[in-house]
Structures are given as structure tokens and as C-alpha cells.
């Protein structure tokens, strides 16, 4: 039932460094008399292309343990950055100094300089440049509309192009792309619909798996899906067998990862399609069911009402604090709150079902995307709108982001902001939204394949687009891509 690969040691092609963009700094090391100018080796990742891999080698001078080393790399439109570098003892008088650059933005040129000091003394010091390769022509053309510079989260965005072909890339806040992977046809018709960070911050956790349910059958197709671990330096490709998979996954503090599956059941002789969260702890071998939507009375009974053939779950997210799962019902326009432990639904957000009092205008339809605010005291909801519900055809259905406050105790929800695009977008699928700490609120409208960043006020800040269409499955950011 469940397969975990080995992890994958992908080939690094090794490419000399150019001459850098400034004079290269020839320090003679008093000590050894060793002139170090040069000498370091710049490793392109042929899977990652975008990620430099440095590596030195450098005189003792008696031992490493106060010895320092770091790379500090720039370009003309960036300001310098500094990284540490790994110092592994030869055993032989020397040792290999090593660094990973990450964030290199595709078909620039990058400058570097790299030093090692033992208390005041430099040992070594050598500067050189770093190109890095266009995107491939599969990848969509983006652009950045940068509406009020100097106010959006700055850090780098990771997300995925749905199809055509199924991708994973992440971006800098200028639109460049500095990190890619594009998926073989290991699984016909397949999708990438969520691409996340670890919680380590060392790779990039992503779901592929056959995409064409609009008739959703207990067939062998679907038991084709897999949760993907690649490492942000492109050395290590770890894959989960995860059967029956779809839409979306999280991973929790503790390594398990939790993923959403249909779960099917036969009623009278009609196969009908619910869904069911599966759960891996680490060094686990077996996946288990931590709940099922035919455990939820009101669901089931809906379900099986109005020849709804699928409740259709689209977004799981994990609250730790609560120990309780979110997910998003789309079916049923409804988010339902899930205690772990238990297995229980603890109560029903939206729709025909719901345990919250919400007044109609504030009501959310074929959503998508949330996070959890403040404990459980608000929800911000990617708001897809279903364009059925129009009052007539003359109305404009726009997608939105909604933030809805709620009280638990009188089971009361209301919405207190709200982002609305302009110009308009309706979104038929997917979305989804991020608060950040500053306040503002990164909305993205999945398969109209834009994401905005807007402040409290809903000024839009910062625009990314794709130029040629694209749908974009959900998002993950980051601001540090050296540290969790």
C-alpha cells in the first residue's frame, strides 16, 4: 500500500567560475605563502540550475575549530547577502570549505566573494561570478506589476502551474523565477496543485496525482499519487505513495504528513465519493484514517441528498495549538473543524449545515483556500463564488478574500474585510490567501493565474501575472530561504 523511495543523489555538473565582475582579490596567506586567488569551484545543479554549489580548499593552520568561512554574493539589482560556509577537516594540514546559494535568480549574473579567517587573520580570499540559466520554454511567462514599491512582504514565493506541463517554481518578489521542477508523465493526466516549504526549510513538499475527476470513480487510475520531497538544492528526491490522493496535503510539527483521499461507499448500488484525511508518522510504513466525511452525519446525509456524487474536500490545514484539522468542504460550501485525537468534527463553518449563524451577504461559496486566524477567533477564506447563484444574469460575480470573525461560544460568524480585484476575476477553481504579520494579505486567484498582495485597506501593493494563462495551484512563502 505505501511505498517511501530511497532518497536520490541527482549528478551535479561541475562548470569553472568566470572572471568576476571586479578586480579578484589575490591574498597571500602569510603563514603558508599559498596564494588562494581562483581556486574556488562553482557546481550548477542540472536539476535545479538556479542553485551554486561552492566548495574551497584552505591551509588549517592547526585545526578548524575557530576558523569562519562565508560566501557573500550580490548582483546589480540585489543588495549582498551573507551565508555561512561548511568547513569538513581533510585530516591533511587542509580543509574543504562548502556553501549552497539559493534564490539565484534565472539568466543573471551574480558576483561572489568568498573569505575564511582564523580570529583576526584572513586565510583565504577569492571572488569570481555566477550565470545562471534562462527558464525552459515549458515554464509560463510572468510579470510583476510592483504598484507601491517598498511596501509588499518581501521573500519568495512558491507555487505550482497546475498543467500544461504540471510544475513546481518558486519566485523572488520581482517576478524572477529561481527555482523550478518540472514533472515527467509518471501519472496520466496528472496535476501539481500544492507546493509548500518543509517545516526544516530544506526542500519543497508537493502532491501529483490524476487530475481528470469530474466523474469520479473507484477506479485503479486514481490509487496513482504521491507526495513529492525534493531538496531546495536539487540533491535528494524522496517520494510517499499516497493512493487515492487529491487536492491537497500538509506536513505537522512532528514530520507526519496528513493528506486528503476520496473515501468511497456504496448506497442502494450507487457508488458515491466522500473524503477521508490519511495520516503517515515518521518511520511509519502504514498510513492511517483520522476521519471520514461519512462519519459526519450532516455531510453523508447531504451527499446522498440533491445526487451530489462527492463532497469534494479541497484544503486541509493543521492547527497544532488545537491539535484539530481544518478542511474545506467545496461541495458543500462549508469548512469543518476536526479534532485529531478523536476523529470528531468539532463544528461546520458555511453552507446548508452550518453550526455558525452567518448573515447571507457575508456567506462564502466554492471556497477554496484559508487560514486560521488568532486561535479560532477569525478565518480568512478564498472566496470563489459560485456564479450560479447570481440574482440575474446582469450581476457580476467576482471572486474574493474574505475575513470572517468568529465567536464559538454564541456560534455566531461575521465578515469584517474583504479584497475584491480590480479589474474583476471570477475564479472556477482553486485560490487561496496569506496573512502576514505586517497585515497585509497575499490573495491568489489560482486558475485566473494571478496573485495579488494588498494592504488592511485593500490597496493593491504588488501584482504577479502569468502572461500567457496558467492556473496556479496553491501557494507557501517564505522570507529566509537559510533558516526554517
Not at 363 to 382: K, N, P, Y
Request: glycine share 8%; with cysteine; net charge negative.
Amino acid at each position: 500500500m505505501f511505498r517511501r523511495a530511497t532518497a536520490l543523489s541527482l549528478a551535479i555538473a561541475l562548470t569553472a567560475c568566470q572572471p568576476a565582475g571586479k578586480d579578484s582579490a589575490a591574498i597571500l596567506d602569510s603563514a603558508s605563502g599559498q596564494d588562494d586567488s581562483g581556486s574556488v569551484q562553482v557546481e550548477m545543479g542540472p536539476e535545479i540550475p538556479t542553485v551554486a554549489h561552492l566548495s574551497w580548499d584552505v591551509a588549517t593552520q592547526g585545526g578548524i575549530a575557530a576558523m569562519e568561512a562565508q560566501v557573500s554574493y550580490w548582483n546589480s539589482f540585489t543588495d549582498t547577502q551573507t551565508v555561512t560556509a561548511q568547513i569538513e577537516d581533510n585530516g591533511d594540514g587542509t580543509a574543504t570549505c562548502s556553501a549552497t546559494l539559493l534564490g539565484l535568480a534565472a539568466s543573471s549574473t551574480y558576483y561572489f566573494e568568498a573569505d575564511v579567517h582564523l580570529d583576526a587573520t584572513r586565510l583565504f580570499n577569492a571572488s569570481g561570478t555566477i550565470s545562471t540559466d534562462p527558464p525552459p520554454q515549458d515554464l509560463r511567462l510572468i510579470a510583476v506589476d510592483d504598484a507601491q514599491p517598498g511596501t509588499w512582504q518581501d521573500g519568495f514565493l512558491v507555487s505550482s502551474w497546475i498543467t500544461s506541463p504540471p510544475a513546481v517554481f518558486m519566485t523572488d518578489r520581482q517576478g524572477n523565477y529561481v527555482w523550478w521542477y518540472i514533472e515527467s508523465d509518471e501519472i496520466p493526466d496528472m496535476v501539481v496543485n500544492t507546493a509548500v516549504f518543509s517545516n526544516d526549510g530544506t526542500s519543497i513538499l508537493y502532491a501529483i496525482y490524476k487530475g481528470a475527476f469530474s466523474e469520479v470513480q473507484n477506479d485503479e487510475s486514481l490509487e496513482d499519487a504521491m507526495i513529492v520531497r525534493m531538496s531546495l538544492d536539487g540533491r535528494e528526491r524522496e517520494t510517499y505513495d499516497t493512493p487515492y490522493l487529491h487536492h491537497d496535503f500538509t506536513e505537522l510539527p512532528d514530520g507526519s504528513l496528513a493528506w486528503l483521499v476520496f473515501d468511497f461507499a456504496e448506497v442502494d448500488g450507487t457508488e458515491y465519493s466522500g473524503d477521508a484525511i490519511m495520516e503517515l508518522s515518521p518511520g511509519s510504513d502504514e498510513p492511517v484514517q483520522v476521519w471520514s466525511t461519512w462519519d459526519v452525519p450532516q455531510v453523508a446525509e447531504y451527499c446522498l441528498s440533491n445526487s451530489h456524487l462527492w463532497s469534494h474536500a479541497n484544503f486541509l490545514e493543521y492547527e497544532p495549538d488545537q491539535d484539530a484539522y481544518y478542511v474545506s468542504l467545496h461541495a458543500l460550501d462549508a469548512i469543518l473543524k476536526v479534532d485529531r485525537g478523536s476523529g470528531q468534527t468539532q463544528w461546520i463553518l458555511g453552507g446548508v449545515a452550518s453550526d455558525f449563524a452567518i448573515p447571507q451577504e457575508d456567506m462564502f461559496e466554492w471556497e477554496h483556500g484559508f487560514q486560521v486566524l488568532d486561535g479560532e477567533s477569525g478565518i480568512l477564506v478564498f472566496d470563489d463564488r459560485d456564479p450560479r447563484n447570481a440574482s440575474d444574469l446582469g450581476e457580476v460575480v467576482i471572486s474574493r478574500a474574505v475575513e470572517l470573525e468568529l465567536d464559538t461560544t454564541e456560534m455566531t460568524a461575521h465578515a469584517v474585510w474583504e479584497y475584491l480585484p480590480d479589474p474583476a476575476l471570477l475564479t472556477f477553481c482553486f485560490g487561496d490567501v496569506t496573512r502576514f504579520t505586517s497585515g497585509n494579505t497575499l490573495v491568489n486567484f489560482g486558475c485566473s493565474g494571478q496573485i495579488d498582495e494588498v494592504n488592511p485597506d485593500g490597496e493593491l501593493l504588488w501584482r504577479l501575472g502569468a502572461l500567457a494563462g496558467g492556473a496556479l495551484g496553491y501557494h507557501d512563502f517564505r522570507e529566509d530561504l537559510y533558516s526554517p
